[in-house]
């Protein structure tokens, strides 16, 4: 089982970097580590997906260390939209591994 | 694009009645997902299909739920009888990638079903 362990609850001011690290100790070569947004009444957003070392789009960056038993989302100038939960997950598709989600971080920005 | 459409957005039911909840993913996607989502908690997957074929349905009660994707585009979910721990919010997601890993997740606005 793909398990992953995030802080229950952080608050950020708007304006502020705002990093949210993941732990997936027991990630397998295969699992890829993906990221996921959720607003009240709405299914998860995908953010970002990576496998090793960085990767960056247009609203955030995702850094994972050599070892990948964890990683760390990082939000950019962050805003009120920006309060939701995030959900990490490590995983691989079309395999006997299952796809988990945590139970997440909620992220309040504040004004 | 048209995203993952579910219906229906809300259903309310008495224990031990029958539900069912369908799923129309994203044109082209090969992998849907169904999910449980207990209030409070991150989405539970219950079964993931492969075009009509099903690669994971370890966390699926199949004592009461059953899923099938008939010709690998739309599917449907039901729950017979339904138990007061059934409800939840019923989230359905599509993917377009299925070898390599990756496993980008697309999901549709979900079904709150209240058991009663």
């Known amino acids: 089982l793909a398990k992953t362990t995030q802080p229950i609850s952080m608050d950020s001011y708007e304006g502020q970097e705002v990093n949210i690290t993941c732990s997936h100790n027991?990630?397998?070569?295969?699992?890829?580590i993906t990221w996921y947004q959720q607003f009240p009444s709405q299914g998860p957003r995908f953010i970002i997906q990576?496998?090793?070392t960085k990767v960056t789009n247009e609203v955030a960056s995702l850094f994972i260390p050599a070892d990948r038993k964890s990683s760390t989302l990082s939000l950019p100038r962050v805003s009120l939209s920006d309060t939701a939960v995030y959900y990490c997950?490590?995983?691989?598709?079309?395999?006997?591994?299952?796809?988990?989600f945590g139970s997440g971080t909620q992220l309040t920005v504040l004004p | 694009e048209a995203g993952v459409a579910q219906s229906p957005r809300y259903k309310i039911i008495e224990k031990r009645q029958s539900v069912a909840f369908w799923c129309n993913p994203i044109?082209?996607?090969?992998?849907l997902y169904w999910y449980q989502q207990i209030l409070g908690q991150g989405p539970k997957l219950l079964i993931q299909?492969?075009?009509?074929?099903?690669?994971?349905d370890s966390q699926l009660p199949k004592d009461r739920f059953s899923a099938e994707r008939l010709k690998g585009v739309d599917s449907t979910l039901k729950i017979q009888p339904a138990k007061l721990e059934d409800s939840a919010v019923y989230l359905c997601?599509?993917?377009?990638?299925?070898?390599?890993?990756?496993?980008?997740?697309?999901f549709g606005p979900g079904t709150r079903l209240t058991v009663t």
């Open positions: 044109s082209g996607h090969a992998t």
């Open positions: 299909f492969q075009n009509n074929g099903v690669v994971d």
């Open positions: 990576g496998y090793k």
């Open positions: 997601a599509s993917s377009p990638l299925f070898s390599g890993g990756a496993n980008e997740q697309y």
């Open positions: 027991n990630i397998a070569t295969n699992d890829y």
């Open positions: 997950l490590s995983g691989s598709s079309g395999s006997a591994r299952q796809l988990t």
